[in-house]
């Protein structure tokens, strides 16, 4: 009692808080040789003091006040600190140990799908001269985080990998032989957060991209391959790429009559298409963007198409369509890509939707994203107006965003901006978690970083000597994968560490000797680890081994030591009524020759299962 | 032309580029039935259309400009664009494909390490609150670099992964569970940068801590373990661990007759030992900072101190030290330290040097960084003043960063502050490596997070009662040990890619044919490229992949592949004055079925070679 009864009501609540924890773990162990009714009955009434102690000390500050007859608040200026708080940054988090262990799990199987596809890794800066982001974004430039002005160059956070690959490729120039680059890391934007759904303010992007000239298809084709492969890989359930070509889109707009001034904004309007109804995009396209309701309804008619193959023939049949010369030139991109994406054998994949537009300006050619059912929001089936279109084979369907950027609900007022934090609160419960993958096909931005830097203006004849670099690429929204595969993990209560080995002593502490068997193992390559204190009881060594779901406990003993053996207990666990429950047994263990241990360990089923899970 | 005439001069700058794109593409294209003679013919005219159109408009612009009288501000000096600075920020470097192969191999050794000594990853975010980041660093906090307050938070790039760890940790409270804790990741100084040595103002660092409450001394042994191990498995040569203890160093100040408000300074003054010679350190401390000559002169004596066990017998026979409650208690840990030592096996590579002191001021125990004989600077030994000194056993010395940071050269001037950008150029010839690892005991972060929290001030009888959560970690810094390795892998001329098969066509194209066999072999996760041109000639598939050292190269053929067979061939390559020359033989290839052939890769010595080197 003494202990607790100095402390703060802030000091208790803490170490209530910490005690409640201590308790339920205790109730929790599986191990009733440490869970004993003693221990719980002393952590219980622990628990209890402390809430005495509150009591107390809550009265005891009333009382204070009252005699001091100040408010309390007078005895913090000169006494206490301003306090810190203490949190991470808005839309940022921490991910702790256990999130980290399926994350990483997430980040292997990515990388390893880039390098089996013969991608190269690049690496670049977290942040950027400013000069080098600005006039990539359109309206979302202004989500761009800017580092403050402390002398020298203006500077602000990457907003995505494109930008930056293209800047490096412009930079090296034709010095870059390495045809399929990946990049792996964190993003930055100003936008809405809604943390459960992965849609942060810093977030994770694993992007690859094929860079140069190169027949026609066959990048693309190979990107939506490894983009198929990737997500067949990680469990996020069944997933359709929505694909789209800018070309025929443009020619659709030009057919239908879109002065060409109007085309990238009539594009933005269709591009709602996934989550608003025909009327109110049409009621955009006439009545905000001043665009003639006849031309709109022509090209309502064709961005309601969605399907495979069938869509194709449909498009190469429709003479007007092929009159246009980007136009045509789509359709027969798509044929080809349609002939090599059956070679890929992921055809079945694929929705070839007249509606993806996309946001970026930078596109060329085809773009598409990925889309799973669990990625989109519950009020989606109404909002989707062409659900029940003609050609209509889509799975599933989402919300699509800009390069797997957070999605914004609503557009904020122009005046208010992004930087205002009064920004309305999302309701998170009407949110998907979007699209977990998109990219495209992106000719000229290569090229207009080199015009920049010799001050070559587009269209210009300069512009026509710079040597093109074209690019086709995809960024998967790690985030949103890590919140899809989570829950799963949570569910089937994954475990978090990878440590094969707990070595214990039976005899009186034995620091020394374990050590050196724990020393020799490691070097070995086995995951190793074990009780960082000089005399601990033999009930809490295996409870700590437990915890981890270590698969063998390794018991070393005075004598035995003496003779070269160590004794090993493989331990097994198994889900029930969804928690880990050790597998009782009454197996003493097997006696070992330490010499021989290493291969006897690496010989064991518990082991090759390991070595399966670890890299599969 | 009517879609053209329309338009403004820039937008049809961006047309004729697009087109001129468009154009070259299809003159380029050697599938001449896309590629037809009217199809160039109609994409050329389109573009001289366009072309004209632009004539057309900017006649128009100048005729309106003098209509109107107006200058044509957009016309003169002013027609080029401001051109683009294409480069990195200041400090920062893009790492490309053949650095992030080396680097990736340093990561994932480091992380294995991690994980082979029980070790649980965190991440945590790349900006933080900057209140979490004040009053951390002492006089380096003008390193830090903030954000432009864009509205809502101020933030700022976090400089290390200690102090966001114990954030976390004050945060998560009694709830972390995973004692041992690492991160990888980038950090941010705004120091002056000497890039072809690894002092970037970006630069990574892994870091593995202990947290907890532990018997004496044993995560600190852990902890030294684990950096003698990594070092071990880099390639980095042979390497030294200097390590002290801030309560011996602490009672030397003490016994000596330092006084209290002036320990730290004169601790700093310690600190330049490994780089100045005593004459020096000892001005600084009796001039500058008004230290009585003969206390100067007693530290001297004691700082000069290096060895081994024998330095340990030398001060454990000192009754004035041991007179000193905190030396005593100092002398103690690093009794049982060195005897912990010598169960891992690593006690050769410990040198116990007194003028070790450490910039940061919250360690509270060990201190320690690692050096090795290429990091230091050249005119080292010069500045070594105790070289010579009775109990020098140091194989390698260096300068001495705070916590693996980049070390500044010279003092800047406290008005002109490090955001001036006229910073005096560092000569590079004369700078080593730096310390590659760093680290040591704070005791105390983590609480003085959850007293400020709380608005407890440090020393109340409040602080007191916080729950104590000791740490003991190290950062190694990935940049400097990249420095190190790097060219040896460039001497070595050592593969960049890890592909193992190229599977080329020995018929007319057959892209569809080696799509197929491509997609089967990366499937079965062998990593697999081709050229992705139709119908590219024999010798140009070769040289692709010759040009990343693939291993085998497998060959379609209608006849073979109608038969289920395919060639393989292996090609060997081997270093012939600092080249990689292809090994040639007259092997024609052996003839495979196409069903056996994962299970004949996986079956040569190629492949278990790969194996090794991949996971090693």
């Known amino acids: 009692m003494s202990s607790s009864s100095s402390l703060t009501p802030e000091a208790l609540e803490q170490e209530i808080a910490t005690q409640t924890t201590r308790f339920n773990e205790l109730r929790l162990n599986p191990d009733k040789s440490v869970a004993t009714p003693e221990a719980l009955n002393e952590a219980k009434q622990k628990l209890a003091e402390l809430k005495k102690a509150l009591a107390l000390a809550k009265n005891a500050g009333k009382e204070k006040v009252k005699k001091e007859g100040g408010v309390p608040a007078a005895k913090g200026p000169e006494q206490k600190k301003e306090r810190l708080l203490l949190k991470t940054a808005k839309g940022t988090r921490d991910f702790g140990p256990a999130e980290m262990f399926c994350r990483e799990h997430i980040e292997r199987i990515v990388k390893e799908c880039f390098t089996t596809y013969g991608g190269s890794c690049l690496d670049t800066p977290v942040f950027e001269r400013k000069d080098v982001l600005t006039d990539k974004y359109g309206e979302d430039s202004k989500l761009i985080f800017d580092l403050k002005d402390q002398g020298g160059e203006e500077l602000a956070l990457r907003y995505d990998h494109t930008v930056p690959l293209a800047r490096y490729i412009a930079m090296n120039g034709g010095t870059v032989t390495q045809h399929k680059i990946w990049q792996v890391g964190k993003v930055y934007r100003r936008d809405n957060p809604v943390v459960s759904k992965g849609r942060m303010r810093e977030f994770t992007q694993a992007d690859i991209d094929i860079v140069g000239l190169w027949d026609p298809m066959v990048p693309d084709a190979e990107i939506l391959s490894l983009l198929c492969t990737i997500l067949t890989k990680l469990d996020v359930g069944e997933f359709t790429i929505k694909l789209n070509n800018r070309k025929i889109l ?38 905000e963007k001043g665009l003639d309701p006849a031309v709109a309804d022509k090209i309502g008619e064709y961005v309601k198409l969605k399907g495979g193959e069938a869509l194709l023939e449909t498009l190469t049949a429709d003479a007007t369509l092929l009159g246009n010369a980007r136009a045509k030139e789509g359709i027969n991109e798509m044929g080809i890509l349609f002939r090599l994406l059956k070679a890929y054998q992921v055809i079945d994949k694929i929705l070839f939707d007249l509606s993806l537009a996309r946001g970026l300006d930078y596109y ?31 799975p599933a369907s989402s919300a699509a965003p800009t390069h797997a950027a957070p999605k914004k609900e609503k557009k904020p007022k122009k005046d208010a901006g992004p930087a205002a934090e009064d920004e309305h609160e999302i309701d998170e419960s009407q949110v998907g978690v979007g699209s977990i993958a998109a990219g495209g096909r992106y000719d000229n931005l290569v090229s207009s970083f080199i015009a920049g830097a010799n001050g070559i203006l587009p269209g210009s004849k300069e512009y026509k000597k710079i040597p093109q670099m074209p690019c086709v690429g995809v960024s998967i929204g790690m985030d949103r994968i890590f919140a899809l595969v989570w829950p799963k993990w949570v569910e089937r209560s994954v475990r978090v ?29 086995v995951k190793t680890d074990f009780l960082a204190k000089n005399k601990p009881k033999l009930n809490a060594q295996f409870a700590a081994g437990e915890k981890d779901e270590v698969p063998f406990a390794i018991i070393v003993g005075g004598e035995e030591l003496a003779q070269g053996l160590v004794t090993v207990k493989e331990q097994r666990w198994e889900l029930k009524e969804g928690k880990k429950v050790k597998i009782e047994n009454e197996d003493k263990g097997v006696k070992v020759k330490r010499s021989e241990l290493v291969d006897w360990l690496k010989n064991t089923q518990a082991w090759r299962e390991r070595d399966v899970r670890e890299w599969a």
Chains 1, 2 share one sequence.
């Open 364 to 394: 060329t050619g085809i773009i598409y994203e990925a889309v799973v059912a669990a990625s989109a929001p519950p009020a989606f089936n109404q909002a989707n107006a062409f659900a029940t279109g003609p050609a209509s084979e889509t």
């Open 250 to 287: 443009d020619g659709i707009f030009e057919v239908c009559g879109v002065p060409a001034d109007k085309i990238r904004t009539i594009s933005s309007a269709v591009d709602k298409l996934d989550k608003a109804p025909w009327a109110e995009v049409k009621k955009e396209m006439t009545e």
């Open 497 to 525: 560490k990878e440590t094969m080995v707990y070595v214990i002593s039976a005899g009186d502490g034995l620091l020394e000797e374990r050590i050196s068997l724990v020393r020799e193992l490691r070097e070995a390559g």
